[in-house]
């Protein structure tokens, strides 16, 4: 079982950035791939980032590519999405994921409760 927590939303103007984390609880944490999905008003949620259990690979969805990047900490159990240059298309609801081999990003294994970015013009 994994539990998984997020942190670090919050409201910013257009071009500012925010680092998001999330820590997970559980022993098994270095299993997963980890992964950032989001969901505006309105919106289907949608995949953003994700990085594999190394850590070695990452992956984006093209619209934050050059912007966020994902990193995580497998001692202490922690994945981050640092968000820069935000616009207001990026504002959303940001929920971590982990998923283990196969599944796809939209079913994955675990999601935390979400954290609200708000990004203002």
């Known amino acids: 079982q994994v539990q998984l927590v997020e942190s670090g939303g919050g409201l910013v103007q257009a071009g500012g950035s925010l680092r998001l984390s999330c820590a997970a609880s559980g022993r098994t944490f270095s299993s997963y791939s980890m992964g950032w999905l989001r969901q505006a008003p309105g919106k289907e949620r949608e995949f953003v980032a994700a990085i594999a259990w190394s850590g070695g690979s990452t992956y984006y969805t093209d619209s934050v590519k050059g912007r966020f990047t994902i990193s995580r900490d497998n001692a202490k159990n922690t994945v981050y999405l640092q968000m820069n240059s935000l616009n207001a298309e990026d504002t959303a609801v940001y929920y971590c994921?982990?998923?283990?081999?196969?599944?796809?990003?939209?079913?994955?294994?675990?999601w935390g409760q979400g954290t609200q970015v708000t990004v203002s013009s």
């Open positions: 994921a982990a998923r283990s081999p196969g599944r796809p990003w939209l079913h994955p294994d675990y």
